[in-house]
C-alpha cells in the first residue's frame, strides 16, 4: 500500500509540475566543444572531444525527456547534476552498437550503477529516452519500457573513480565518445517539486555497504545472470521487477524439448513473439538429446544464445539417464566405471552446436558428496580439452554451486569463456554469490565472459 501512495504522489508530482519549467531545451543556450552543433532543433555531436553543455541549468529533480538516435558505432552519454568539468553527477549511456567490446553498458544504462547487457534500440533508428529524479530514485525509460529504477542509499558504494557519482544538482550535457555522431531532438525539462517520503524511500534502497552487486557495476564487470527460468510462479513481469529492484541483468530462459513447454517450432516462434520487447536477453536451454531433431536450426537462431547440459542421456544398457533423479540413474556398483560413462556423455554432449554448457560436471547423489575425488586431473583435463575444441562457454551454477574451483581455474587456464546461471527453481532468483565467489577466488574478469549474440 506504501508503494501505490509514493507512486501515486510521484505522478501527483509530475502533473503539478508539467507547467513550472518546461520547453525544448534545445533553444536553451549551450557551451559547444569538438564536433558539437545545433541546427534546425537538433543537436549533433560527434569526436571523442565532442560535448555540450547546457549554461546557467541548475536542476534537481526533474523529468528530462529527448529523442535519440545513433550512426552505427556511435558512443556516448547523457550527464545530469553535472557541472562544466563533468566531473560530477550520473551519466546515461547512449550505446545502440551491439558488437561493441563494452558490451554491458548499452543505452539506458546508469553508467558503473546499473549497467545494461541487452541493446532495446537499433542504430539509426530514434528512440526516446526518459530519465526522472525524484528524491533519490532514478528512473530511465527507453520507448516507455522501464530499464533503470536505482534508489542511491544514504551511505552509497563508490569506488574512487567514481566517489562523485552521487546524486546533488546541476546541469545537463551530452558527450560523444566515438567519431560517429549522435542525434538529439525534441529536449524537454519539467521541474518537480519532491514531495516525498524520504524515510520510506530509503526504506526501499539496498545497503551499498554490503551488496555485491554494486561492487560489480563500479568495476565495469558485465552484471548478468544468463540462466534465469519463469518458474515456479515467477511471471515476466515480476522477473522485470525484480530485475530492476537487484540491478542484475536477466537471461530468461524456457526449457526446450520433448516433455517440456516448449516441443515445436511453432512453440518458439509464439513464445518469442510474446518476449522479444520484454527487457530480457533471451536463450533457449535445449532439453534432453533429442533437441536437435525437434527444432531446426532456423528456429534455434531466433534466441541470443542456446545452453544445454549433460545431465540427460542413454546409459551403456540403453536405459535413459536424467542424473538429477536418483531413480533414474543406476550406478550398478562400480562408481568409478560410472564416473567415467558421465565423462563421456559430456564430452559427447560438447559436440551438439550450442553457444554454452551448463549445469556443468554435475555428479548424481551419492557421488556428488566426493566431488573432488572423481573429478581427477586426469578427468578434468579430458573435459577441458573437449570443452576447448567446442568453443563453448563454461556456466558457473549458482543452484548446485558447480564446477568446482579446479575445474574453473583449469578452464581459465584454457582461455574457456564463463557465465553466471542461477537455474533457479523458484520465484527467488539468486543473489549469484557461489558464483561471485568463484569470480573473485579464480581472478575472473569482464574478459573472461561471455557474450551474447544480442537480437532486436
Known sequence: MIKKILFAIG???????CNQQSGNLLENKWDFSGNASIENKELTISGKEGKAILENGNYKDFELTMELKTEPGAKGAICFHTDNSLGKGYRIAINNNTNDKIWWKMSGSLESVRNLTKSFVKENEWFKLQVTVLGKEITVNINGTPVVKYIEPTKPFRTEAFKNRLLSEG???????SDKKIYCRN???????????????????IDEQTDEIIRLHQEDFPVLDYHVHLKGGLTKENA???????????VIAPNCGIGFPIQT???ITAYLDTMRMQPFILAMQAEGREWLTTFSPEVRK????????????TDDKGRRTRLWIPE???IDGNEEKYMDLIVNRICDVLKEPVDVYVNPCFLPTPMDKQYDKFWTDARINKFITALKESGKALEINELYQIPSKRIILAAKEAGIKF???SNNITPDVSDLSYCIRMKKECGLTADDMYKPKIKL
Open 265 to 267: 517450432n511453432e512453440d
Open 302 to 313: 531466433e534466441f541470443d544464445f542456446v545452453f544445454t547440459d549433460a545431465l540427460t542421456f
Open 328 to 330: 533414474e540413474v543406476w
Open 187 to 205: 529536449m524537454t525539462v519539467n521541474k518537480l517539486e519532491a514531495n516525498i517520503d524520504e524515510a520510506e524511500q530509503q526504506r526501499q534502497a
Open 11 to 17: 505522478i501527483t508530482c509530475l502533473l503539478s509540475a
Open 240 to 250: 522485470a521487477k525484480q530485475s530492476l529492484r537487484l540491478g542484475i541483468n536477466y
Open 419 to 421: 557465465t553466471f546461471g
Open 171 to 177: 546541469t545537463f550535457a551530452l558527450i560523444s565518445q
